[in-house]
Structure formats: C-alpha cells, structure tokens
C-alpha cells in the first residue's frame, strides 16, 4: 500500500509541476502555491518509503550530505558576520538529495519509472504547445523569445523528458513508437521556444546514446560513398535554403539581442562569464561576499560560486566535480548500456546546460525531480546489490574486482 501511494504521490507531483508552467499559473500567486504543494505531495511519498539504512549506506548520498552540511555552516558564518549569499544555492542542493533519495528508496519498479517518464513527457509536450499559442499566438516562432515566460525552465523540463524516451525507445520495444513520437514532438517544441542550451544538451544525450548502442561497421563500397555524397549535397540544398535560414533565426534571431554574432548566439554570457574570471582572479578569498561586483547574473554554475563566495566556494566546486565524474563513470561502466543506466544517462543534460545556466544542475526549484529520481533508481538498480537477508548492500564494481581476483588465483 505504501509503495501504491508513493507511485500516486510522484505522478501528482509531476503533474502539477508540469501545470505550473502554464501562462494562467506561472509566476502568478497559483504558482508559488503549487511548488509548496508539490513538497508537501514528495514529502508524503518520502516518509512512506524511507530507509535511512540504504540512504546511509550509499557512499555518494553520505558526501552529498556532508557537502550540504558544510555549505549550511558556512552560510550561517556568513549571517553571522553580515555577509551576502544566496540561500538558493543551499536550498537547491537540499531539494536534489531529497528528491535523489526520494529515487533511491523507491522500490526499483522499472515500468513504473518507464511510465512516468512517458506520462510527464506528455504532459510537458502539452504544457509547452499551449504557451507557444498563447505567447506566440501560433506553433511558428520564427522571432518571439519567451525571455520572461520560464523559456529556460520550460525548454530543461521538456528536454529532460525527452532524453529519458529516447534512453527507453532505444533499450525497449515495448511502446518504442509511442516514445519516439513524444520525443519528436518535444523536440520541435524546444526550437519553437529556442531554448538553445537545453536543445544542444538533448543531441549530444541523443548523440552518446547512439554512439554507445550502435555497432558501427563501415564497409567501404561504391554504395557507402555515394550514400555519403547524396547526403552531403541534400544537406547543403537544404541549408543554403529554408533550413539554413531557420538555423539562423534559431541561434542569432529574436528580440533583446545584439547584432553581434558572438552575443546573439550566446546572449553576452561569454562576456559575463570572462569578466567573472577576472574578477575571481582578482577577488580569489572574498568576491562578492562583502560588496557586489556589478556583474549581471552569470550563466556557469562554477564561475558564478566562485564570484559569489571566493575560496568559500570549494564545497561546491569539489562536489560539483565529483558527481559529474560519478555520472560519467556510471554511463561509461560498460559499453552497452542496460536498461537501468537511464538515470545517469538523463543525467549528463544537466550537467551540460550548467556550463550556460546558473542553477543547473540542481535546480531551479523542482525542474530536476525527473533527473533526480530516476538517478535515485538507476543507483538502486545498477550500482548497489541489495540483499534483503542480511541487510547488507554490495557494489557492483567491488564484487566484479572479487570475482577478478579470485579468478586470477584459481589460475595460478
């Protein structure tokens, strides 16, 4: 019964995630009304799940919670001696390992999280049609850029539901179809709201998932280079034409922007982004925790803790790496993927948006919670063996190095 509620509770929770973003709701009183209720909604489904045995037992989730603990201490040094944070940068942290957690104790139910991904990808699809309706008056956005709409928030939502059915598509048959068609649609939604960062993250996951399920022959004949001709010119045809002024629009079109082609396409946040790096070069202890340094709201989520808080940043930085290596290492563990890797594999969009955003990959608020939970199941699922008789969790790699060993000496 528990773990039926649980299920409900998640589903309710994405659900009203995804109906935030509507124009009716989003950053209207509604809104702020929503995101407490989907805490309230995860909360229920975390007590009724817990285990802080699996959670304690998990060497990432344990640095995870030091990592929180330290910054918590440090941000109260800093109230104390009247100097400037950012509590989000906590609360972000906070809300990932809640939610991570939230994944992990979760019974590993692989059609359920198969099914959530699709339903939420659905309603994220719906969800986006209807604001570029409403703030476009059309499904054609050739020069509108929803700046002040959730267009970043929007475009990771979607983007993130994408990759997980495209991850799935790829490792199941069971509804390939219906995940890919999904998927389509929600990929056209993100050049519709030009939502470039989450967009290029979408195809380098799209990119590795392909490289890494495909066994790629090359059989050099007369077809094979005439093939690759007939596409190299068709591709030309096409982007000289329609396609290429589209692709123009879609990176240096739209309005608030400059006529530079280096600020068009990274709307001034290289800019912002190197006179964050001076300023840390010449602020390294203290940056702008004493006094602001004037620079507008940086799109790294490294440099941007490092102007913020200095050396004091290191928690953050340190962490920040160490998961991005615990992702990688959790997708490149073997060459062909299984189905449970979803997580980590979903995983690698954020990390790539957060080198242009600054709450990525964390945040901002709930966006994360698909990535988050399904990390959770896939550290369940394929890092840790549980085994429910003597309560003890192995992990994978260390019983692989076992049997390695063991091998080596029945050899000998």
Known sequence: MNSKISKIAILVA??????????????????????????????????????????????????????????????????????KFHFEDLSQLIIAFFCLTLGMNMEPNLKFWTNASYYFTVCLVVMGLINCGYYAKGFYVPEYYLLNEG??????????????????GMKSKEMRTHFWIIFFLAFEILLMIRARSAFFALLACVVLVIIKESNWKWKWSPKTVLSIIGV????YILYTGFIGNELHTFFSGGKNLHTNASDALTSNR????????????????????????????????CILRLVRYGVWSLPFILFYIYFGVKTLCGVFK???????????????????????????????????????????????????????????????????????????????
């Open 14 to 83: 994405l659900t009203i995630i995804a109906a935030s973003y509507l124009p009716w709701i989003y950053l209207k009183p509604a809104y702020y009304i929503f995101r407490y209720v989907v805490m309230a909604v995860l909360g229920v489904a975390f007590v009724l799940t817990c285990s802080f045995k699996r959670i304690l037992s998990s060497s990432f989730l344990k640095i995870f919670l030091v990592t929180i603990a330290v910054v918590f201490v440090e941000f109260l040094f800093f109230k104390i001696f009247s100097l």
């Open 151 to 168: 267009k970043n928030q929007i475009g990771a939502l979607i983007a993130i539901g994408a990759a997980s059915l495209f991850f799935f």
């Open 232 to 235: 190299v010119f068709i591709s």
């Open 270 to 301: 290289l800019e912002r982004d190197s006179e964050g790096m001076m300023q840390v070069v010449r602020h390294p202890l203290s940056n702008e925790l004493s006094k602001s340094s004037g620079i507008k709201l940086i799109h790294n989520y």
């Open 334 to 412: 073997s060459w062909r993927m299984d189905i449970t890797q979803v997580g980590f594999v979903v995983c690698c969009l954020p990390f790539i948006v957060s080198f242009f955003e600054p709450s990525f990959p964390y945040g901002p608020g709930e966006v994360q919670l698909l990535v988050f939970l399904l990390l959770g199941y896939s550290m369940r699922s394929y890092i840790p063996l549980y085994h429910p008789e003597n309560d003890i969790e192995y992990k994978v790699w260390y019983e692989e190095l076992k049997d390695f060993v063991v091998s080596k000496k029945m050899k000998k």
